[in-house]
């Protein structure tokens, strides 16, 4: 398996195609690849399983260079086609694509690695830069149109916020109570 090899080359397709998206470009996957390195360092996950994690990080949004709805069947369509150059085998891969399924909205992972990519996707819920991150969302969605205006903002920011939880024992123990507080704040708004 050529890791770095396979993460450099989604990197530098990913910087060049995504640069126009506010939200789902480079900046964001490469917070999740590095968020989720970390869960995988906390919940103890073996080295291999780490770099499949990375891997499926490294690839999640990668969709986003031919779609924005269904961009996670392309994401996984794109590992597919990808990985095998980089000596990734069929298991190997089919764990990738389903922890980049995990990330689809509302997230339902059905295993471990599954739950630590889908967390580390929306860790930024539960951080201190919720506001910041969340305000590069907001010009995505208002660019395509998706959202009209502030109120639309809110009201989707809290549906999302009251169904959304953390999987993890490691992001529910760093970012659940964070997250209830981002919640009350934009309900007070």
């Known amino acids: 398996m050529q890791f770095q090899q396979a993460v450099d080359h989604i990197f530098q397709k990913l910087t060049a195609g995504l640069s126009d998206?506010?939200?789902?470009?480079?900046?964001?996957?490469?917070?999740?690849?590095?968020?989720?390195?970390?869960i995988a360092r906390q919940e103890q996950v073996s080295e291999e399983d780490t770099l499949l994690l990375m891997t499926a990080a490294a690839y999640h949004d990668a969709g986003f260079l031919i779609c924005r709805a269904g961009h996670e069947e392309e994401s996984c369509r794109?590992?597919?086609e990808n990985l095998p150059g980089f000596g990734y085998n069929a298991a190997q891969i089919e764990k990738i694509v389903g922890m980049i399924c995990?990330?689809?909205?509302?997230?339902?992972?059905k295993n471990h690695l599954e739950?630590?990519?889908?967390?580390?996707?929306?860790?930024?819920?539960?951080?201190?830069d919720f506001y910041t991150t969340g305000d590069k969302l907001y010009q995505e969605l208002l660019t395509a149109g998706t959202i009209n205006d502030d109120k639309e903002w809110h009201e989707l920011q809290i549906r999302f916020l009251e169904s959304h939880h953390y999987f993890t024992k490691t992001s529910i123990a760093k970012r659940s109570a964070?997250?209830?507080?981002?919640?009350?704040q934009i309900k007070a708004k």
Do not use: C, F, W
């Not at 995990?102 to 992972?109: C, F, G, L, M, N």
């Not at 739950?115 to 201190?128: M, N, P, S, T, V």
């Not at 997250?179 to 009350?184: A, D, S, W």
């Open 115 to 128: 739950e630590i990519l889908a967390d580390a996707d929306l860790d930024y819920l539960g951080r201190d």
């Open 78 to 80: 794109i590992s597919k």
């Open 178 to 184: 964070k997250k209830k507080i981002h919640l009350q």
């Open 102 to 109: 995990a990330t689809r909205i509302a997230q339902s992972p």
């Open 21 to 38: 998206l506010a939200y789902h470009n480079i900046d964001h996957v490469k917070d999740v690849y590095s968020v989720v390195s970390e």
